[in-house]
């Protein structure tokens, strides 16, 4: 197959090992990344790494929680057949793409990205003044780069990262990708498409720069997408020469924006762990029951006789997520007419959860039974993220001139 349709065909996501998952990573990432691995090749790794950013004064969360965390995607639903799960720090390389990109990142394209200055901010008990948290927003373009995924699923405060390493491979290839003959050699390798072909990459190529016409540049990339007699480094070449830039060797990244994920946490907020109010992936079932029973509801229900609103009912998110037409209109009527108690109201809702709950859980604790599969998985999962590791970096160093031995 054609190798860089198959690179814009990968997917590429990470999650930072600092804890076990739960019910928002489920709703709001996971099921995302399930979709995802039938129909693209995707790459999902552990971000140790950038873990140690924020976590580098007590790293020892980071080992365990990088394990539970790939028990949990398994147990998910994550499919090692289909989907490479591996961990960054098995894959040097993106140290050294980090390292070889931090030398062409002006300062200030790091000082800008919105999460160094909020994270800051938040995190006032850590000092994140460091060289690591500058650059970590980098490490996660060479994370992305690596691979030449063409699609990163990310939650919306990670989309200027995207951004970010899309900046980062337009300066690389229009720094490197402008080989001695770069326009001869794109020239003669539109020559090489056939006449057709050439006759109609030109005048793509014409309207895109002369007018910005973007249907003519997604029109030409398609057509050099379906060109079988070209080789990969001129298709590389006519890539970038479309957009008058050097060789494409670091294509550039689209954010896939996963929903806001609308589960909330048993307080009513978002589900973090920071805010102490999961509900794990792997809770037991009577934790469950234990802490929707407990949770809030709506302040003006004291007595069972007190009517109440379930919009100002955090219980009333959960039915959203949960329940059906016919149980969230008993809801509404047995809440607004107090004819329900609220812990009547609550008992669908756990369950609900435990019954979703309740296959994760066994797989889980079947993984965890199996330590070795889990090493295995992500073994091998490393070393075919490897292999596709070093070939880019290959190119990258070929590119940049330090190929020498
Ligand atoms: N920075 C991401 C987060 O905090 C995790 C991450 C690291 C990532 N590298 C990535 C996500 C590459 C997508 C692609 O959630
Ligand atoms: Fe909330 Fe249900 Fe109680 Fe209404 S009846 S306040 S929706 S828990």
């Not at 950013?53 to 147990?75: E, F, N, Q, R």
């Not at 793409?97 to 200030?108: A, D, F, K, V, Y």
């Not at 460091?130 to 994370?143: H, K, M, R, V």
């Not at 050699?185 to 539109?190: C, L, N, Q, T």
Request: net charge negative; charged share 25%.
């Amino acid at each position: 197959m054609n190798k860089i349709i198959a690179e814009n065909n990968s997917v590429l996501s990470g999650m930072r090992p600092t804890g076990s998952l739960h019910l928002g990573h489920y709703h709001g990432v996971l099921k995302n990344w399930i979709n995802l691995q039938h129909e693209y090749q995707c790459f999902f790794f552990v971000a140790d790494w950038h873990a140690l950013t924020t976590h580098y004064d007590d790293p020892s969360i980071i080992a365990k929680s990088a394990w539970d965390v790939v028990i949990d995607w398994l147990a998910a639903g994550i499919n090692p057949g289909e989907a490479t799960i591996f961990f960054q720090s098995k894959v040097p390389e993106h140290a050294e793409l980090h390292l070889l990109l931090s030398m062409i990142t002006p300062l200030g394209w790091l000082e800008r990205v919105p999460s160094y200055k909020d994270l800051q901010e938040n995190l006032k008990d850590r000092d994140l003044a460091t060289y690591g948290f500058l650059g970590y927003p980098l490490l996660q373009s060479a994370d992305i780069l690596i691979y030449r995924a063409g699609q990163v699923p990310v939650g919306e405060d990670q989309v200027a990262h995207v951004e970010l390493t899309r900046e980062v491979a337009r300066r690389f290839n229009f720094l490197y990708g402008r080989e001695p003959g770069y326009e001869e050699k794109s020239e003669a390798a539109i020559k090489k498409m056939g006449k057709k072909n050439a006759k109609q990459y030109n005048n793509l190529r014409k309207r895109f720069q002369e007018q910005g016409d973007q249907e003519a540049l997604a029109v030409a990339r398609e057509l050099l997408k379906q060109q079988q007699n070209i080789t990969i480094a001129d298709q590389e070449r006519l890539y970038g020469y479309l957009e008058g830039g050097g060789r494409m060797i670091l294509p550039e990244p689209q954010s896939i924006l996963t929903p806001t994920a609308k589960m909330p946490g048993i307080d009513g907020q978002k589900m973090s762990k920071s805010y102490n109010n999961t509900i794990a992936l792997r809770e037991d079932p009577d934790s469950v029951d234990q802490k929707i029973r407990t949770m809030p509801t709506d302040p003006a229900r004291v007595r069972l006789t007190d009517p109440g609103d379930p919009e100002k009912c955090p219980v009333w998110q959960f039915h959203e997520v949960y329940s059906d037409d016919a149980t969230k209109q008993w809801v509404c009527d047995g809440c607004r007419g107090a004819k329900i108690g609220c812990i009547d109201c609550k008992k669908p809702v756990i369950e609900a959860i435990n019954s979703e709950l309740e296959p994760i859980r066994k797989r889980a604790e079947e993984y965890t039974k199996n330590p070795d599969a889990i090493e295995n998985i992500v073994a091998e999962g490393s070393e075919r993220a490897r292999d596709v590791a070093r070939e880019t970096m290959d190119e990258v160093r070929k590119a940049m001139g330090i190929d020498y031995r």
